[in-house]
């Protein structure tokens, strides 16, 4: 069974559309991360969300907005959708905030053309 | 923000060698962790250390939590072809607001030649 899943796992799409990426987790646990990975393999947090309250919203443009329907579920959303915006994003999930076991999903390649 | 400074940036290693990599930040951390990243997958977490001086083993990787806080390293000894991947270190500090936040280095590459 796989714990932290990613929908879809590529994702090819042109400038200025609107597109999702669904992240679900079957762990039971509280928190749920999405991460950005750069194309030189940074990995930089974007939001956090605990019992499907935001608590952490990094500096990311207004495009992006996750969206929490339940505790097991951490979906993205991306407006408008820009060259800079291709990566690979990553979800993932931790029993509490920050605690050090983060459990991450397999990714979901974005490419803008 | 806070960065953290993961050197060597990539290893070029013959099988069954040595392996050390380490990181050093500006900034305090609560844990420091070393997480391993393979093609066309997410990050795991292979150790987490928790008190400044530490030194964790798990299996043929050891890592150390450095005394001033602000740095650790992981060994990998005999290398072995699947150990190939990029490793990253994270710290956790607090953050705000009763959360904390993973940081995490820019990442070892690590290829290991048979």
């Known amino acids: 069974d796989t714990a932290v899943s990613q929908t879809p796992k590529y994702l090819v799409t042109q400038m200025g559309n609107d597109k999702s990426i669904k992240c679900e987790q079957n762990?039971?646990?509280?928190?749920m991360y999405w991460y950005k990975q750069d194309s030189k393999k940074f990995l930089k947090i974007m939001f956090s969300?605990?019992?499907?309250?935001?608590?952490i919203n990094e500096t990311v443009p207004n495009r992006f907005s996750p969206k929490s329907p339940d505790k097991a579920h951490l979906n993205l959303h991306i407006n408008s959708l820009e060259l800079g915006d291709s990566a690979v994003y990553f979800c993932?999930?931790?029993?509490?905030?920050?605690?050090?076991?983060?459990?991450f999903g397999p990714g979901t390649r974005l490419t803008v053309t | 923000g806070q960065q953290l400074n993961q050197s060597p940036q990539s290893m070029f290693i013959q099988e069954g060698e040595d392996v050390s990599m380490n990181c050093t930040s500006s900034?305090?951390?609560?844990?420091w962790l070393w997480y391993k990243q393979e093609p066309g997958e997410g990050p795991v977490l292979l150790i987490a250390?928790?008190?400044?001086?530490e030194l964790t083993s798990n299996g043929r990787l050891t890592a150390q939590f450095g005394i001033t806080r602000k740095d650790s390293f992981l060994n990998i000894s005999a290398s072995i072809p699947s150990d190939v991947g990029i490793y990253f270190c994270?710290?956790?500090?607090?953050?705000?607001?009763?959360?904390?936040?993973?940081?995490f280095g820019k990442g070892t590459k690590l290829s290991v030649i048979p």
């Open positions: 762990l039971g646990h509280d928190t």
């Open positions: 900034s305090i951390f609560n844990t």
């Open positions: 993932a999930s931790s029993q509490e905030p920050g605690t050090y076991e983060q459990y």
């Open positions: 969300y605990n019992n499907k309250e935001l608590i």
């Open positions: 250390l928790y008190k400044a001086g």
């Open positions: 994270a710290g956790q500090a607090y953050s705000g607001a009763g959360s904390y936040q993973l940081t």
